[in-house]
Nanobody, 121 residues
Framework: QVQLVESGGGSVQPGGSLRLSCVAS????????MGWYRQAPGKQRELVTQ???????NYAESVKGRFTISRDNAKNTVTLQMNSLKPEDKAVYYC???????????????WGQGTQVTVSS
């Protein structure tokens, strides 16, 4: 099985920045796609961004130009640089990794605890 541990969340004012990190470990030596989701109170998880093992990326329209995803394939880690944060970005952020052979996220590992991001003045 694969375990996912997120870190780097915190509280910032609008316009601030945070850098989230995620490490995947367990019964894997390499992974395919990795990505970030977020879940606000009363809402389901939504895909924020993902990156393939080859470096292809996509982003939700709401975060384009503000967030940047990157990864280290050898270390099975993925990071999310979050700039120009807005109050609507407040959520618990989760990472995930594809545990099958898909290029993009499809067969998810179990969810970790996530990391809380709060944006308020």
């Amino acid at each position: 099985q694969v375990q996912l541990v997120e870190s780097g969340g915190g509280s910032v004012q609008p316009g601030g920045s945070l850098r989230l990190s995620c490490v995947a470990s367990g019964s894997i030596f390499s992974i395919n796609a990795m990505g970030w989701y977020r879940q606000a109170p009363g809402k389901q998880r939504e895909l924020v961004t993902q990156i393939t093992s080859g470096g292809s990326t996509n982003y939700a329209e709401s975060v384009k130009g503000r967030f940047t995803i990157s990864r280290d394939n050898a270390k099975n880690t993925v990071t999310l640089q979050m700039n120009s944060l807005k109050p609507e970005d407040k959520a618990v952020y989760y990472c995930n990794a594809d545990v099958g052979g898909s290029t993009w996220l499809k067969s998810f590992a179990s969810w970790g605890q996530g990391t809380q991001v709060t944006v308020s003045s």
